[in-house]
């Protein structure tokens, strides 16, 4: 937990206890279902990385501030979500050459059903 505040404190954010929650659980075990994925603990550009997808993409860039990169596989797809104070927050999903993302579900949902598959 001591990084995920340091995490907070340099990034001037607040996670959601939801996202605590699923950080705290991945430092033990990656879920199945993500194996191959890059999570935030271990990669901290994902957002750079985004960015990066974005611009070979030609899309425009739609990510502001307070949209955290959480996770992104293989570099061709990322997911994210704002930080705004919001307690269940809405995950959206960018894949290669879509050019603007999707909404999926909230952030509760999401962790519970997607990592499992």
């Known amino acids: 937990m001591e990084n995920l505040n340091k995490i907070e404190q340099e990034l001037n954010l607040n996670f959601p206890s939801i996202y605590k929650k699923f950080y705290l659980e991945c430092q033990k075990s990656v879920p199945k279902g993500i194996v191959g994925t890059d999570l935030f603990h271990n990669?901290?550009?994902?957002?750079?990385?985004?960015?990066?997808?974005?611009?070979?993409?030609?899309?425009e860039n739609f990510l502001t501030d307070n949209d955290f990169v959480f996770m992104m596989h293989q570099g061709y797809m990322f997911w994210y979500f704002k930080i705004d104070g919001n307690e269940n927050p809405s995950v959206y999903f960018y894949r290669e050459m879509s050019l603007k993302p999707d909404k999926l579900t909230d952030l509760k949902t999401f962790l519970l059903e997607y990592p499992k598959n």
């Open 43 to 59: 990669k901290s550009e994902l957002k750079e990385w985004a960015l990066e997808l974005l611009e070979e993409d030609n899309a």
